[in-house]
């Protein structure tokens, strides 16, 4: 059988999703026998490569950047998985959606520092209005749910999907 390619990724978001994959722990192997990674921030490769049979993606998209990098993924993947809740629902960002930008930033870079006068306007991407889930920009294939997921559910959906299945998942979704 050929291995598919997995490629994983974060955006807005706190890499908690990347480190339950980790925690499949010794399991990785069996995940080496049915895919190649080959894009993640656990591996050195820059470009998002053009043909991926499945993405993990974490993280909300919150900058203009993300809404680019999304639809790049999206086009690119045969099956994209929202990966934890803030790419599910934008979860933490999203607390920023209440408030204006202008009261984001002055809170993030004024009021808590005694070392900064100054709001960067400079080698920053452009935030979006709010923090959005990934299905506002693009079809979700599979919709892992958690903060982070388990390192079971992600294992389990990765050889679901492996074998040709859709990974029913509604019975593993973990809040709190």
């Given at each position: 059988?050929?291995?598919?390619?997995?490629?994983?990724?974060?955006?807005?978001?706190?890499?908690?999703?990347?480190?339950?994959?980790?925690?499949?722990?010794?399991?990785?192997?069996?995940?080496?026998?049915?895919?190649?990674?080959?894009?993640?921030?656990?591996?050195?490769?820059?470009?998002?490569?053009e043909?991926?049979?499945?993405?993990?993606?974490?993280?909300?998209?919150?900058?203009?950047?993300?809404?680019?990098?999304?639809?790049?993924?999206?086009?690119?993947?045969?099956?994209?998985?929202?990966?934890?809740?803030?790419?599910?629902?934008?979860?933490?960002?999203?607390?920023?959606?209440?408030?204006?930008?202008?009261?984001?930033?002055?809170?993030?870079?004024?009021?808590?520092?005694t070392?900064?006068?100054?709001?960067?306007?400079?080698?920053?991407?452009?935030?979006?209005?709010?923090?959005?889930?990934?299905?506002?920009?693009?079809?979700?294939?599979?919709?892992?749910?958690?903060?982070?997921?388990?390192?079971?559910?992600?294992?389990?959906?990765?050889?679901?999907?492996?074998?040709g299945?859709?990974?029913?998942?509604?019975?593993?979704?973990?809040?709190?």
């Amino acid at each position: 059988m050929k291995k598919l390619t997995l490629a994983t990724i974060w955006l807005d978001g706190c890499s908690g999703c990347h480190m339950s994959f980790v925690d499949v722990d010794e399991r990785i192997l069996q995940v080496a026998e049915k895919y190649d990674i080959i894009f993640s921030p656990l591996v050195d490769v820059k470009e998002f490569p053009e043909k991926v049979d499945v993405t993990l993606l974490e993280g909300a998209i919150s900058t203009d950047e993300d809404v680019e990098m999304v639809k790049k993924i999206r086009k690119s993947t045969k099956t994209l998985i929202a990966f934890g809740d803030c790419a599910v629902t934008s979860n933490v960002p999203s607390m920023r959606n209440h408030y204006d930008l202008k009261d984001v930033f002055k809170r993030g870079y004024l009021e808590t520092s005694t070392d900064n006068d100054v709001i960067p306007d400079e080698m920053l991407p452009k935030l979006l209005d709010k923090a959005y889930p990934v299905h506002h920009f693009v079809d979700v294939d599979v919709f892992l749910q958690g903060c982070p997921p388990s390192a079971d559910t992600i294992f389990y959906a990765l050889v679901e999907i492996a074998e040709g299945r859709t990974p029913e998942l509604s019975k593993r979704a973990r809040f709190g």
